[in-house]
């Protein structure tokens, strides 16, 4: 009988305690008001304040308070401040019939709106052409603004890769943009190439930059001397590149996030 209590208290002592998240508003000393994604985590041992492309989040323990996190935010409130700025979160959300622009490769995309029946995206004299709804649906005007940009992204690449196809062993085996939280691009085992989407907002010589790395493992599978020769020889500007997405990289996948409302 002792043994069963002890292995029934053992059991519920391992039970592990789900993780919850919750969206809050925390107004600063400064007066400004930042929204916060506060998770409590049963594996915390300290609270923890954090930013990247998705946002501010506060970690905390399953014993903290909800004052003691607001206290934490409001103490570190120029630091958060400064990591938001720096990520990019603060990047404005696409607003119909009000936003004047959009980033693309490395640059803002004039937007000239027009009242329509039905929803389409053009480019017309260097500037894209939104014809909607007065009250179109937000998701709809996300999803097509991220048709675009991949339909962009897949122009450039069309035109990048013939050039590099040839120094190759085989090509890609095919071709796929994602949202990425951390990474630029990926290749799998089988060849398949996956690019971040936010690199169409880019300027172009980065991207090319991506792609010139990612198909450079088609020959190496690691990052060796011998790899970075192959970038080399096909990138000299690679380490200028390279800086680039160090310094601009989380404003940049920040900016795509805030223009698709993609969550993932």
Known sequence: MTSLLRLLTGQLRAAPRTISRETIAITLANGQTVEVLRVRDPRARRIKLSVDERGPRLTLPMRASD???QRFVIQHGEWLLAQIASAGT???SLQAHLSTSIPLRGRDMPLRWQVARYLRLQLE???LVVAAPETVNAKALQRALRD???GQARADVGRWLPKYLPGLPRAPSRLRYRVMSSQWGSLAPDGALSLDLSLVLAPPAAFEYVLVHEL???IHADHSRAFWREVEARCPDWRDQREYFRAS???LKAGLRRLIADDK
């Open 67 to 69: 004052i003691a996190g």
């Open 90 to 92: 603060d990047a404005p």
């Open 125 to 127: 004299d260097d500037a």
């Open 148 to 150: 675009f940009y991949e």
């Open 216 to 218: 450079c493992h088609l």
């Open 249 to 251: 990289g989380r404003a």
